[in-house]
């Protein structure tokens, strides 16, 4: 989580890692884009050490070097733990990027992805076309209007892999964090749906992670876990995604998972990190 | 890897996470020291977010909110790989944080510490006693000397896990990333024995893991396998640590370490962290 801050001196973007005075800063070769939306403000830039940044209302979105991690585990991680995902649905995930992943899957029929803010995604096209080549694919759709709605109003039992790929708990988002919308999630959830919602910093965001756990527990999940992995741009460089399962225990992901690289293009994702991702520290033990 | 910067402003650290311009920056609430060592600038702060800090030519090397992963991670790992760890040898660590660790292990009869600079265990005595409590253990040796003569001239056969806890390679501490170390370090270590060095981050160092990887192999360990960690501060917030086996495959923790809880109190390490953090991401799987 993060606030907006006024920069100290020109050309230096700095993201708060911690509300007591804690940055990553990077120099700024060039402003490429700065734009107030009807939702948000967002920001492009250019760096020298993170390549392209996205940030929106000051806070670090993407950055080229890094956003392979969170893409591909937000992801592969539940795709594989269901048996057979046809119709998948991403909330928020402007940038396109969990999108791409999530279409390397054959499986995958229909992809729908309800993100607040058009203005992200036209960004996204200029600034990381990288992360855009599948948005045209036929089984996706891109809606741009409120997902906490669309989510309360979807048919039941119609989506297989729900994906939160929103923005931190604050403003428009925090909707998106609380037992409410995790019960309209279950309730649109097929038998054997996954849910996995970006849930912070294992270190510094125990609290939230918490409190994610325990909303999807009262929505009705019958299985929550955690996994963790780097994401250096993001607060302390360590960040978590918790699954939930509607009569899916998470356990076993598909014989493909074993070896992805036969049918994925992926740089972080593989069966070993798969496993290894949902290995909790001690001190989380009790989450 | 870091280099001394000039504050912009005073009251701020700066850490450089890349050679171009990308920082982690704390506000210092209090600059409790500074000092010219005969080998270094050592300073602490006091800092909002993160505690206390104790940086040596500018570079982070501790911190209280987050030391606990990387010294657990430095000591468990490599002794429990370990059938029978007796004889330790640490090589740098002069805040204490590790050698607090392995005393926890019952089996250690021996543990030598080669610190260049006293001056780094007297400031972590006085300023992180908690890391400190076990320096008087009847089986610690504190020694202040140059670690790599020491090797060179150690007893073949006498250490049965040597655990490199040294800053960046740079400097003086560039000494301790070659291939002539490790094959001092091989001929040290008893018939089964581990040396584990701190290795950088995985995204932003991947030369230097690999070429450290390349000097134990040429060194002639029979296997060498890389870790990886969180580490909010340091660079990238991710971290690596690689160990070499003499006659040990690494893969075969003791039985102890199915439930470290029973003789360890940690907040990081556990059975499980222990299998994941060899997991490496598909990038590095060429390394």
């Not at 269901?82 to 995958?108: A, N, S, T």
């Not at 609380?178 to 849930?199: E, N, T």
């Not at 070993?272 to 009790?286: D, E, G, N, R, V």
């Amino acid at each position: 989580m993060a606030e907006i801050v006024d920069n100290p001196q020109p050309y230096w973007y700095r993201d708060t890692w911690a509300p007591q005075d804690c940055y990553l800063s990077f120099a700024i070769r060039e402003h490429l884009h700065h734009q107030r939306t009807p939702f948000q403000v967002l920001d492009v830039f250019e760096t020298h050490s993170f390549g392209t940044v996205m940030t929106l209302d000051g806070i670090i979105q993407l950055t080229d070097r890094d956003n392979f991690i969170y893409h591909e585990m937000m992801a592969h991680v539940a795709l594989f733990c269901h048996r057979d995902p046809r119709r998948v649905l991403i909330v928020g995930g402007g940038d396109c990027g969990v999108l791409q992943q999530v279409l390397q899957h054959r499986q995958v029929q229909q992809l729908i992805q309800v993100e607040l803010d058009e203005a992200v995604t036209a960004a996204a096209q200029r600034f990381f076309p990288e992360l855009c080549t599948s948005n045209d694919d036929p089984r996706a759709t891109l809606l741009f209007q409120d997902a906490v709605q669309w989510v309360a109003q979807a048919q039941p039992g119609s989506v297989d892999v729900c994906i939160v790929d929103s923005t931190d708990p604050l403003g428009q988002a925090e909707r998106l964090f609380g037992p409410a919308f995790y019960g309209h999630c279950q309730r649109m959830l097929a038998d054997g749906g996954i849910l996995v919602v970006q849930s912070e910093s294992p270190l510094l965001h125990g609290h939230v992670v918490q409190s994610i756990r325990q909303g999807q527990r009262e929505a009705g999940f019958s299985a929550v876990r955690t996994m963790t992995f780097p994401q250096p741009t993001y607060p302390s460089g360590w960040f978590s995604a918790t699954l939930a399962g509607k009569n899916n225990d998470l356990l076993h992901p598909r014989q493909e998972a074993a070896d992805p690289g036969r049918s994925l293009a992926t740089r972080y994702y593989n069966a070993a990190i798969h496993q290894a991702a949902f290995a909790l520290p001690s001190f989380a033990m009790a989450w």
